[in-house]
């Protein structure tokens, strides 16, 4: 059983302002770097060990609907390198998502070595904190490899842990779980960094029309 309506058709009148219906996305919106980030990661003697410097860009997208489900949220580009270093050590691009009805989150993921996956959480409307989980086999909160890293680095796993400051950063704790050949336990690549922000988001498509439209003053 689950509580969608009966009519899945009929869609909501969204508000044209995305930064004002974000409920907890709104503390990350914009554009952030960090330069404290630390990373964990498989090697063939071990765990490796390495620091990075993040850049981390959101930026609200207009109001999106399933039928009777409204969804506000961010698109983002996450960018990171090693010190000293301008070859992209890791590069991810997707969406943070807010349902305001029911305080669904939903983060999906895309990295440029042929995976995906959709994270999905519950967060009130002013939490400063929130983890979402996506697990190995669901539908609705899974995750998709290429053949290669299926068979060698099998990610089972993968939680993320968010925590926005009273200053205006915000931090997350991010845990992939790897299923690895030779291993006999799960291998857990960390990741963990706080971004300070260097540009303030720009509004979406609507809202800026709207703002152009009544000389800018934003109105619903």
Request: glycine letters at 8%; proline letters at 8%; zero cysteines.
């Amino acid at each position: 059983m689950n509580d969608f309506p009966h009519d899945i058709y009929t869609e909501p009148e969204p508000s044209v302002d995305t930064l004002a219906n974000l409920g907890p996305l709104r503390a990350l919106a914009g554009v952030w770097e960090g330069g404290t980030g630390q990373d964990v990661n498989p090697k063939a003697d071990g765990p490796e060990h390495e620091a990075f410097i993040e850049r981390i860009e959101l930026q609200p997208i207009d109001a999106q609907t399933n039928g009777p489900q409204l969804l506000y949220g961010l698109r983002y580009h996450t960018r990171i390198v090693k010190p000293g270093e301008v070859e992209a050590f890791h590069d991810q691009v997707g969406y943070w998502l807010w349902e305001p009805a029911t305080g669904a989150l939903l983060q999906t993921v895309s990295i440029p070595r042929g995976q995906t996956a959709m994270a999905t959480g519950r967060a009130s409307v002013d939490a400063t904190s929130f983890r979402l989980e996506a697990v190995r086999g669901s539908t609705t909160n899974g995750i998709v490899s290429n053949p290669f890293l299926e068979y060698a680095f099998k990610t089972v796993r993968y939680a993320i842990e968010v925590t926005v400051h009273p200053d205006g950063s915000w931090s997350y704790e991010l845990e992939t779980t790897l299923v690895i050949p030779g291993q006999q336990e799960p291998f857990a690549h960390t990741d963990r960094n706080t971004l300070r922000k260097v540009a303030e988001p720009t509004p979406n498509p609507t809202a800026r029309a709207a703002i152009a439209a009544h000389g800018g003053a934003l109105r619903a």
